[in-house]
C-alpha cells in the first residue's frame, strides 16, 4: 500500500490491509465495512473493492468522520496493547507513505 489513492484505484484486500496496519483481519473488515457503508469504497462484484468518489461534505461531517475513526483505532489499539507511540509511529509511517 503506497502512494496516494484516488477515486476508481483497487483498495488493499482485508488480508493485506490487515497485514500491513498490523490489526486484526476482523479489525480490518470492520473497517472496510465502515467506509463502505459512509460512501468511502464502492464494493463491484468481479472487481473488488474500490476508493469512490468524493461526496460533497461539509467539514463539520469530515470531522465527525474522523472522530469515530479515531474512535476505532484508539479502542482497538488498547485492546491490542498497544502504546500511543506504537500507535502514533504507525501512523505517520503510514501517512508518509500516502503523501
Do not use: C
Amino acid at each position: 500500500m503506497s502512494g496516494q489513492l484516488k477515486p476508481g484505484d483497487a483498495f488493499p484486500s482485508v488480508r493485506l490491509l490487515s497485514k500491513t496496519l498490523k490489526i486484526n483481519v476482523n479489525t480490518a473488515h470492520k473497517i472496510v465495512t465502515q467506509l463502505t457503508a459512509e460512501g468511502l469504497l464502492e464494493v463491484h462484484p468481479g472487481i473488488g473493492t474500490v476508493v469512490a468518489a468524493p461526496s460533497a461534505s461539509s467539514p463539520a461531517e469530515r470531522g465527525r468522520l474522523l472522530k469515530r475513526e479515531l474512535e476505532q483505532l484508539v479502542v482497538e489499539a488498547k485492546k491490542v496493547g498497544l502504546e500511543l507511540d506504537d500507535v502514533t509511529a504507525a501512523i505517520a509511517y503510514h501517512w508518509a507513505q500516502l503523501s
